[in-house]
């Protein structure tokens, strides 16, 4: 496995082969936690990992130079996926100044005992020369939390850009080069629609800050490097934070006696009927992990929810997605809510509900089946999937 990122400058964090769930993260493929190694007239490490590799972390430092002989770390970010080592890393050199910005410093401070740390703070644009080389310092609150930086090499155009521009994939490649790309844009999408959309206001003015910077390789906190397909990051970056919707229609369900689920396939029936060059996607959340649901709606325009009533509520995976939905403030999708009840359409009622208090659009009115759907709401269902095909196929802006 190549680790070299340019001469003295190594990847030396920890690749995660087993990880299946991330805080609520479906990690189908693993992860990783990245750390680099910059040996110049003073030698640096840019960020650490999770507290259960240390060993493998401090291993990998230690292959290319001992511990002690370590002058800085720079912490990007307080999130222990990155930060838990630090207790361990900073007691196994005991020559290190830890640098990062106030208040990841006030974070850390939340986290650990840092007394006794030997901590430096940097100022957003503070340059740090190590030799050769220079760290330079960005501040991007809240790309992913508020004391998150970027740390950048102006010699090699390099820039440490910690969550941004991640993606959770375990793999003994290192660079984008050496992955498939559709599946290493797919993953990209992932982490975002996952990670960062709830802050794509600060997304853009990251980009516009990033956009006055020679970038010639992204080294993120996780997946892999990007140095041959740097636009097309930029790109996906640019249009997700933009909230650019495509021809996307979803019908997101969950179903008792397959009534909810009946009506879901009416729906689908509606879509394509009427915009056959819609991509329409039908999601049952019993049997497709929240992760994916909001990745595939990070980008569709239009989306029906469907859910029975149980215990005069909506079923509670669908509760548990909608509440997932809500925290990441997706772009305003066209809606409407659809399902099967028994005595009380309860359910229908706190999607529809839902819709409004989510500031989507509202395209039909409530569809409610009592136990079975009949034939008339069966082709009100149809329609309400063509109204809402006909609405997905006018939200992609031209090209
Ligand atoms: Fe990878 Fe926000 O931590």
């Known amino acids: 496995m190549s680790t070299e990122l340019k001469p003295n400058i190594d990847w ?138 970027f740390t950048y090499v102006p010699e090699d155009g390099l820039l440490f850009s910690m969550d941004a521009f991640g993606q959770h994939l375990a793999t003994s490649a290192r660079f984008d080069d050496q992955h498939d790309l559709p599946e290493l844009l797919y993953e990209a999408q992932v982490y975002y629609a996952n990670i960062v959309v709830p802050y794509n206001k600060q997304v853009r003015l990251t980009l516009q800050k990033a956009g006055l910077l020679d970038i010639r390789m992204i080294a993120p906190s996780h997946g892999l490097i990007w140095r041959s397909h740097i636009p097309d990051i930029l790109a996906k970056y640019a249009a997700w934070s933009s909230g650019t919707l495509k021809k996307r229609a979803l019908i997101v369900f969950d179903t008792m006696w397959h009534s909810t689920e009946i009506m879901a396939g009416e729906i689908l029936r509606g879509v394509v009927d009427a915009a056959p060059d819609v991509d329409a996607r039908s999601m049952y959340v019993r049997k497709t992990p929240a992760t994916r649901i909001a990745t595939d709606m990070l980008e569709a325009s239009a989306v029906a929810l469907g859910s029975a009533t149980l215990n005069m509520q909506m079923m509670p995976q669908m509760a548990a997605v909608l509440n997932y939905v809500k925290g990441l403030k997706f772009a305003p999708k066209h809606a409407f809510a659809f399902g099967s009840c028994g005595w009380a359409a309860a359910g229908v009622e706190q999607m529809d509900c839902w819709i409004d208090d989510a500031g989507w659009s509202r395209v039909h009115e409530p569809i409610k089946a009592k136990y079975r759907p009949t034939a008339e709401v069966l082709a009100r269902c149809f329609e309400a999937g063509r109204q809402l095909g006909l609405k997905a196929r006018a939200s992609e802006p031209e090209a």
């Not at 082969?17 to 990245?34: L, M, Q, V």
């Not at 110049?40 to 990998?60: L, M, P, S």
């Not at 106030?102 to 030799?131: N, S």
Request: aromatic residues 12%; negative net charge; charged residues 25%.
């Open 12 to 149: 030396v964090g920890h690749v995660d082969w087993s990880i299946r769930d991330f805080h609520s993260y479906e990690t189908p493929r693993g992860a990783t936690y990245n750390s680099y190694l910059i040996r110049d007239g003073k030698t640096a490490v840019i960020d650490a990992v999770k507290w259960e590799f240390f060993d493998d972390f401090a291993r990998n430092i230690a292959g290319k130079v001992p511990l002690e002989k370590i002058d800085y770390l720079v912490c990007n970010h307080s999130e222990l996926d990155h930060a838990g080592a630090l207790p361990l890393a900073l007691k196994a050199m005991p020559n290190a100044t830890l640098l990062c910005n106030a208040k990841c410093a006030e974070m850390l401070g939340q986290y650990f005992d840092t007394t006794g740390w030997k901590i430096k703070t940097v100022a957003d644009g503070e340059k740090f020369p190590l030799g050769k080389r220079t760290l330079q310092f960005m501040h991007t609150p809240m790309v992913h939390w508020p004391d998150s930086m």
